[in-house]
């Protein structure tokens, strides 16, 4: 692809997401996107590699002939199955002229928490700086670029994902010669694309409805702290249609995204198809009903989340996702809540359905993290090389001058 285009990918259960977006004079311009049948994936997991890669074939090829583009490299969207949230600090003496701190000191801190030791079973997926200490016990949330302290000590937030889940689905999509230069987890993409930290400053609850499973997490002071997933999803819906007209997957579908309405007041009792007596309402009728089931699901789970985090009892729940594309959808699920209830759709030129979310906030995430060694490439001749981690390599020198000054690891809720 061009130097100045990247693409991310969304896999589903029902539907493969991608997205390639240009960027340029600081502006992201939606370029490409295909949502096409998945195939041997759920929830994290290839269930059927062979109909995977085929799928992933499928959705390389459809981003070619219509857009011109060979998908080659990628920003994945991971699943938040099984995500678990760690705390780590590291700190380092200052060392420079008059003990100026610069990004390479600050980077190589960080890439030392990275390398704090987990359980064999879990990969770092991701790593967030929440506090910078410098001397004088003076504490700064942003980077302490230019700041003169005679030691800098960083808190961040580790997250993990199941080795297995992540190395599987790189390894496959490699097969399919797609080299995945960054990757994220799901509940932190969609925020991303939505939300600013000023807004995430109150106790927040994010809701999203994807394809199979809803991801719940929660966020104080503009950080995630712990994510969850409830087993429904639009996949629910699908299948309450079909189990109730006796249909197959691919018609449930269709008449689902043909035919819904989330308030069946305003949906129309005219028949349509008089074999089967289907109309807009009863097909709405059948599809509310599970939602219902589904809304109350998810609404437990953030009450136990909200316990859990010890929230405040003003919180705010936003939603966001498929869903939001269907009118009345915010109005139905406020019938079963009782907090402030805040709907939130990505409105962008070339994006015409919330699926693109997460997929869009990865690329803007990815964006954001590698800013300047991506415009450096943009204003030379070089093609951008970045470790998929997001974070640049640190020599060993710098490394080892760093020091633990505190537990090296501990589970997020252990303070």
């Not at 977006?21 to 590699?49: L, M, P, R």
């Not at 890439?111 to 200490?133: A, G």
């Amino acid at each position: 692809m061009e130097k100045n285009y990247f693409a991310a990918i969304e896999l589903g259960y029902i539907y493969n997401i991608a997205l390639v977006i240009s960027y340029h004079n600081n502006q992201f311009d939606v370029v490409a996107s295909s949502i096409i049948k998945s195939f041997g994936y759920k929830d994290g997991v290839i269930t059927d590699e062979d109909a995977f890669l085929k799928a992933i074939e499928n959705i390389k090829n459809d981003i070619y002939e219509k857009y011109f583009i060979k998908l080659d490299e990628v920003i994945l969207v991971l699943p938040n199955n099984n995500h678990k949230i760690y705390s780590a600090t590291f700190g380092s003496n200052i060392l420079t002229e008059m003990q100026i701190i610069g990004k390479k000191q600050i980077d190589a801190i960080r890439q030392k928490i990275r390398m704090v030791e987990l359980r064999n079973d879990e990969l770092l997926v991701d790593e967030l700086p929440t506090q910078y200490v410098l001397d004088q016990d003076r504490i700064l949330r942003s980077e302490p670029i230019n700041y003169s302290s005679s030691v800098l000590n960083i808190k961040s937030n580790i997250h993990t994902l199941p080795k297995t889940i992540v190395e599987s689905i790189v390894s496959s999509l490699e097969k399919n010669d797609l080299k995945v230069i960054g990757k994220f987890i799901n509940c932190s993409c969609g925020v991303n694309a939505l939300i600013n930290d000023f807004e995430l400053e109150n106790d927040t609850i994010c809701i999203q409805i994807l394809q199979d499973v809803t991801t719940i997490c929660c966020y104080k002071k503009s950080y995630l702290i712990r994510s969850l997933k409830v087993d429904f999803g639009v996949a629910n819906l699908i299948d309450a249609l079909k189990k109730s007209l006796e249909i197959d997957d691919d018609e449930a579908l269709m008449l689902f995204e043909k035919y819904f309405v989330c308030d069946v007041d305003y949906a129309s009792d005219i028949i349509f198809d008089t074999n089967n007596h289907l109309s807009e309402k009863r097909i709405s009728g059948i599809l509310l009903n599970e939602l219902s089931n589904g809304i109350s699901l998810i609404l437990k789970s953030c009450e136990k989340l909200e316990n859990d985090c010890q929230l405040s009892s003003d919180c705010v729940y936003l939603l966001l996702g498929w869903l939001n594309d269907y009118d009345y959808f915010v109005d139905e699920f406020s019938k079963f809540c009782n907090r402030n209830l805040i709907e939130k759709t990505l409105d962008k030129i070339g994006i015409d359905s919330q699926m693109l979310l997460n997929c869009f906030g990865a690329i803007t995430l990815y964006i954001q993290r590698n800013k300047e060694e991506i415009l450096k490439s943009l204003e030379s001749d070089d093609d951008l090389d970045l470790s998929s981690s997001n974070i640049n390599t640190i020599n060993k020198k710098e490394i080892d001058n760093t020091r633990s000054i505190s537990r090296k690891f501990n589970d997020f809720f252990d303070d």
